[in-house]
């Protein structure tokens, strides 16, 4: 399972940069967002995947059967921030799309002001 | 409570300012009295750091390695403190005259959310709450360069957010590998731990993504190519925050966190880190030299400044820290002046270009005189505060034999009095072109505009004449930073047993 997830992180990390280096804007964000993904596969790989409880932690059990809930707790607040990043980096690609009539970034303008 | 006011104070700020009735008069004069508050506090902190040493707070009262800790030690002080100045200064400047349609867009507190960002990450004791504060501040600064529509503008902000969004993925990516190994996030917690658990390989791994993710954030130079195409399209004040400060972060957490975690002054990432500061420097001046616009000739040396003060924590001496933490306070307060310098020209003559610039010396020789010391300061001439804190810089690599490493540095910063001169004299001294109308030339300046800069001018005149009870702050800030054993004992309390995994 450690294996396959660690594959699957660095084929996102993989895709996400390599669509980060293209010209159009659209690939850039769908780039940033596997990389956001692939991030947060290999936070969890990286922690140790385990099947154990949920860390609901009663008396009289030893804590080795419950799993570790910070990963996830990290996990869950990288991929809230992601999204509004992400939400964000699509309003400015559609307001670049109306003012410019293009998403490649060469495109755009001249570099001056 | 004390330490959690310079983030609450400025997130209130910002509340208050998008219930009020939005008139701009009343909305400037909120956000300024928010940054005073916020000046008063962060002054507070200081000295309290100051007298009874590095101050500590566990947010909720969850004990330390557990829940989030708040921490200021003499460097996030100092830090704070500056962040403050610059806060009020930014708001300060805002009397003069926003364009109406940022403010109804909510110019005011965004600006709050930027400062709120930079004094959590300067506050934090946790690695991951680090990252969180870095996208507070990314995501207010995303939107203040983004308020506007213009083709050049569009391009610098959509630069900016991606290689800074490629930024906190690698930031990401490191505290996820990090906590896989040592189990916890608190940076005492970590400090403790993670020397005893790496392996070189995941040492070498670590060190370079946090490398690479601060140094995106703070231009270091394979790097930095974000910040000149971008620092020059935001109007004058956004630009003082931006530049001041958002950089500053990125070193900050460079020496944060290299100094707890990687606490091996032979690492191969030290070695790394001198010979890139020492690139950006060299390539930060040329590359300023061949600018023909006030505000990229600004973007450009502070690239160029950055690797000064990066190389102190590549040396990895107390002297040398202590040089590197006196030229970001040094470079905090004349970079976001001159920025707001150029604010004036964008006043009088609608742009920044040097070649449209010229006879503000004739017309208003006070003005142009004022402007002087900043640049003059960031060029290091004695005695101003640049040349104390490039001599703080400098001196620990001559005592430590590191003879190419100060010809470098010395030849940076003959081209910054170069870079300096040519500023002057294209934007004050030489006569004016015909093009720009006797109207506009003559037009005064108004005291709301110059206010800000008299103010930092003053600070930084002020930095001249206090430099030697500053450089011996800083040094003993240094000193706390190098040493971890301090910093884990106020945070974890004495001798805890370490958290197990």
Redesign the interface.
Known sequence: MELLLAVVAGVLYAA?LYL?LRRR?AQ?IIG?SL??N??NI??L????VTRAKPPLITEGHPLEQFA?P??QS?IL??IV?GF??LA??LV??H??HQ??GSDD?DT?????? | MLLALPILLPLLTAIVLHLLPQRSRLLRLVAFAGSLFVLGTAAFIFVRVQQTGILVLQVGSWPAPFGITLVADLFSALMIVMVSVIGVAVTASSFAGVDPRREALGYHSLIQVVLMGVAGAFLTGDI?NLY?WF?VL??GS??LM?LH???????A??TY??LN??AS?FL??A???L???A?T?NLADLARAWPERRTPGLDAALSMLFLTAFGIKAGLFPLFFWLP?SY??PPAAVGALLAGLLTKVGVYAMIRVFTLLFPDPDASVYRVLLVLSAITMVVGLIGALAQR?F?RVLSFNLVGHIGFTTVGLALWSPAALGGSILYVLHHMLVISTLFLVSGLFLRQRRT?DLNALGGLYRSQPAVACLALIPLFSLAGVPPLSGFVAKVGVITPMLVGGQYLLAAVTLCVSLLTVLSMARLWDEAFWKPAPVASSASALHSRLALPILAPIVFLVGLTLALTVFAGPVSTLTMRAAGQLLDRNTYIRAILGEEVPRAAR
């Not at chain 2, 529509?149 to 391009?155: C, F, G, I, P, S």
């Open positions: 996400g980060m804007l850039l940033l990389l956001s692939g991030s290999l936070i790989s990286a922690a140790g570790d910070v990963p990290l607040t990288a921030i509004g990043v964000f980096s400015l690609a307001r670049v003012s410019t970034i755009i303008g001249p570099d001056r002001a | 991951f969180v996208e990314l995501i995303f939107v983004s529509r213009t083709r050049a503008q569009l391009r902000a959509f957010v991606g969004l490629l993925a990401l990516t505290i996820g590998l906590y896989g190994q189990g996030l195409a020059h399209t616009d505000r920044t």
